[in-house]
Structures are given as structure tokens and as C-alpha cells.
């Protein structure tokens, strides 16, 4: 358990749905991130947000559209996405935006169908 | 932007072998963590060691932030060690991300 929650832990969704990803922290941290991992591809930072605000947008295609109500919450919503689209979706938190210790959740396997 | 090696990329060993894995970052840090992904592919974290040198059981690391290195020693392996090896580093330009290298793939056989 790193203090980092992600649900679901697996979801297979056909091209035409509208699904959630959900990710909560119980660490007190300030900044929050979604990562995505691929296979046989580095894991690539999508969005950071700091104190609710998104601070980061690594040109992610507009299918996949993050919020952050609060510090303790971030999601990730997904619409008309594309096979390719499918891999590990991981998030993470950090007390401060690029600096000091990041903890992950246990991600998300995500299949497009 | 910061660059991030790992060597090897993959490792086999017998149980009970020791190992040395190596990240070569191109720009300062100050920040580099160490992380095992397990096989359900949650990262844990192992280390957090922008420079000097740590050690958790049979983990050890150090971090030649001069040198633009890091090295995780795994003493005594276990099969349960088996996985992948990542660092990741922030940049200390402005703006840089977390980036992770592509990771050390171990398998530890008994």
C-alpha cells in the first residue's frame, strides 16, 4: 500500500464508450500525475497538476481529458479512444511538482476493443 | 531534454546472485528514484537518492550526481525480486519532467 489508490485496476471499453479513470492519495501530497505505459515503450508523463491546476499538457490527444477537483482526487476521462490507446495507466503524487519523492498506485490496464 | 540509460537491459540470474545495475542520466538532478515494477505493474518505490549512498536490507544504491550516475546493488536475490529496474530522474533546468529510463528487466531463477 503507498498511500496512492487507483480504480479501476482493469478495463476493456470499445472505441465509442465514455469511461473514467479514477486515482486518490491519502499522503497530504500537492501535485498529482498520470503516466502511461505502453509496451516496450518508457513510461511517459501525460499531465501533472499542482494544487488542482494543471501545470502540464505533454500534447496528449484531447480523447483523454483530466480533472482535478481537489489535491486527493484526479481523473482521467476517456472518449472515443483507439486501440493503440491500450496500455497501463499509472498516477502518481508527489509533495511538490517536479521535486521530491513520487509514490504510483497500482495502475489501470486499460483495453480498447 | 534529460536523457536516462539503464544497462543492462536485461539480467538473469540464479538465486542467491549478486547484481549491479547502472543509470546514466545526461544533465544534473536533483531528484533520482529507484523503483521495481512488480508483475501486476505497480511501481514500488525503492530508493529516493539524488546523491550519496542508501541501503534497505539486500538493496543498496549510490548516486556520483558529479558523474551522472547511479548504481542499485541487489545482494542475495530472491526469485521474488524478479521484475523490471526503473530510475527516473527530474532535471534541474526548469521545466524538465520526471523522466524514466527503459529499465532494467530481471529475472531471478531458482
Known amino acids: 500500500e503507498t498511500g496512492v489508490t487507483q480504480t479501476p485496476r482493469h478495463l476493456v471499453m470499445g472505441m465509442t464508450n465514455k469511461k473514467s479513470l479514477k486515482c486518490e492519495q491519502h499522503l497530504g501530497h500537492n501535485a498529482m500525475y498520470w503516466y502511461k505505459q505502453s509496451a516496450k515503450k518508457p513510461l511517459e508523463l501525460m499531465f501533472v497538476y499542482s494544487l488542482e491546476e494543471r501545470v502540464e499538457n505533454n500534447s496528449v490527444p484531447s480523447r483523454f481529458s483530466p480533472e482535478c477537483p481537489n489535491s486527493s482526487h484526479l481523473f482521467l476521462h476517456l472518449h472515443t479512444l483507439q486501440p493503440e490507446d491500450s496500455a497501463l495507466y499509472l498516477c502518481a503524487s508527489s509533495q511538490e511538482a517536479r521535486t521530491l519523492e513520487a509514490f504510483f498506485g497500482q495502475g489501470t490496464r486499460l483495453t480498447v476493443v | 531534454g534529460i536523457q536516462v540509460e539503464q544497462s543492462p537491459p536485461d539480467l538473469i540470474l540464479q538465486e542467491g546472485a549478486n547484481s549491479t545495475l547502472r543509470c546514466n542520466f545526461s544533465?544534473?538532478?536533483?531528484?533520482l528514484q529507484w523503483f521495481h515494477q512488480n508483475p501486476w505493474g505497480q511501481l514500488i518505490n525503492l530508493f529516493y537518492?539524488?546523491?550519496g549512498t542508501k541501503q534497505n536490507g539486500r538493496l543498496s544504491a549510490t548516486t556520483v550526481a558529479t558523474e551522472r550516475y547511479s548504481l542499485l546493488y541487489i545482494s542475495s536475490s530472491q526469485t521474488t525480486d524478479s521484475g523490471v529496474y526503473f530510475c527516473a530522474v527530474y532535471g534541474m533546468s526548469y521545466g524538465q519532467n520526471f523522466v524514466f529510463g527503459p529499465g532494467t528487466r530481471l529475472s531471478v531463477l531458482p
Open positions: 544533465d544534473s538532478v536533483n531528484n
Open positions: 537518492i539524488p546523491s
